[in-house]
């Protein structure tokens, strides 16, 4: 254990279930403060530091759409691999509904997303597309719908 200040680090891996805690309630935040820059409640520059670099310049040009700030309706997070998650929030802002999809990675000094995907912002792949399944894509008389 090191000291930062008075208040001691604990550098120890996290036991998995404490660590997805800790994910979960880091991309908590992250959402929450999104919806602020989103909304013109918070500078983009502040949330900057939390994303990978290939992903601030998209950050900085958030256009503000003036109002109310998006309340995060559900947040649901998945490991992807060790030390990443793949999360999805749900915003409601009134009666309308959006998700946003971030991956969340521990960069050892605190947790950065470096993937983001909103449907209100021009897409911008980072990551290779998927392929498909084996027998190629289920037509709809595939389906049992």
């Given at each position: ?10 550098r ?12 979960l ?51 649901m ?22 998700a ?21 912002a ?5 990551a ?18």
């Amino acid at each position: 254990m090191t000291t930062h200040g008075r208040r001691p680090i604990d550098r120890r891996p996290a036991a998995p279930g404490a660590r997805s805690a800790h994910a979960l309630a880091a991309a908590r935040v992250i959402v929450a403060m999104l919806n602020e820059v989103v909304a013109g409640a918070r500078p983009a520059r502040v949330i900057c530091p939390l994303f990978a670099v290939h992903l601030r310049e998209r950050i900085r040009r958030t256009r503000p759409q003036p109002g109310p700030v998006p309340g995060v309706h559900r947040l649901m997070i998945s490991a992807a691999v060790d030390g990443a998650y793949e999360v999805v929030a749900v915003n409601h802002h009134g009666d309308r509904f959006a998700a946003v999809s971030l991956r969340l990675v521990d960069a050892g000094h605190g947790w950065m997303v470096t993937d983001l995907a909103r449907p209100d912002a021009p897409s911008e792949p980072t990551a290779a597309p998927l392929s498909d399944p084996p027998g190629g894509p289920a037509s709809a008389a595939d389906r049992d719908d």
